[in-house]
């Protein structure tokens, strides 16, 4: 059973459109970490949330973490074929250094 | 900052060998390592967390004799996988973190190692 259920797992959009991926747990989290991952690298660190209700802005990507720091969502405007990849939420808590990755969203842009 | 790197990138042995992949941290100190396996088209799965100069903790299902990790030194760590079997073929990425900068818990990852056994 994943702790972080991220939805939807598979997403193919037309470029220019906009979409959402969520992130959902029943366990609270003290940071959420949001990755982009590209075919045969590995995972690349785009934003990390810490604060209940924080709203981050990266270009066209805005990404939220939940009041209750349970969830969060990764919102991409005007998807490019550049954003087209693997998107993992990940979540820490303050025990250690683990995080906990969610199963994984593919997205495909296409031209 | 916070740049990981891994060797060899690709790796083909056969069947019966063991495999040695290095995780090293180039401009920060890691306190601690992560070693995760991920199969096509699938998220990380975490293997085991491995901290400097002690013995590597493994979760559950990974046999710690058959994936041997070692954490000499501050900015290297590496994984064995001892008689490798063709189940083993997967992509191995390691990831690095360090205490003390931050608060919350970043993990850095390395380009991953591409395994095949024939």
């Known amino acids: 059973t994943q702790l972080l259920e991220q939805s939807p797992q598979f997403l193919s959009i037309q470029e220019g459109e906009n979409l959402t991926v969520y992130c959902n747990s029943s366990?609270?989290?003290?940071?959420l970490q949001w990755y982009r991952q590209e075919p045969g690298e590995g995972p690349v660190l785009l934003v990390t949330v810490v604060t209940g209700g924080e709203v981050k802005k990266l270009k066209r990507l805005t990404f939220q973490f939940g009041d209750a720091r349970k969830d969060s969502s990764l919102h991409i405007t005007a998807a490019q074929p550049g954003d087209t990849g693997l998107y993992l939420c990940a979540g820490g808590r303050d025990a250690g250094n683990m995080l906990t990755f969610g199963g994984g969203t593919r997205l495909m842009v296409k031209p | 900052g916070a740049v990981v790197s891994q060797h060899p990138s690709r790796v083909i042995c056969k069947s019966g060998t063991s495999v040695k992949i290095e995780c090293r941290s180039l401009?920060?100190?890691?306190?601690?390592m992560f070693w995760y396996r991920q199969f096509p088209k699938q998220s990380l799965m975490l293997m085991a967390t491995?901290?400097?100069?002690?013995?590597?903790?493994?979760e559950q299902g990974v046999e710690k004799d058959k994936f041997l990790i070692n954490h000499a030194s501050l900015t290297l760590s590496t994984l064995t996988v001892t008689s490798a079997h063709p189940e083993d073929s997967s992509f191995y990425i390691c990831s690095a973190t360090t205490q003390g900068l931050k608060d919350y818990n970043e993990q850095f990852f390395g380009p991953g190692t591409r395994l095949t056994v024939l």
């Open positions: 401009d920060f100190q890691a306190t601690t």
């Open positions: 491995s901290n400097e100069g002690s013995k590597a903790t493994y």
């Open positions: 366990s609270v989290f003290s940071s």
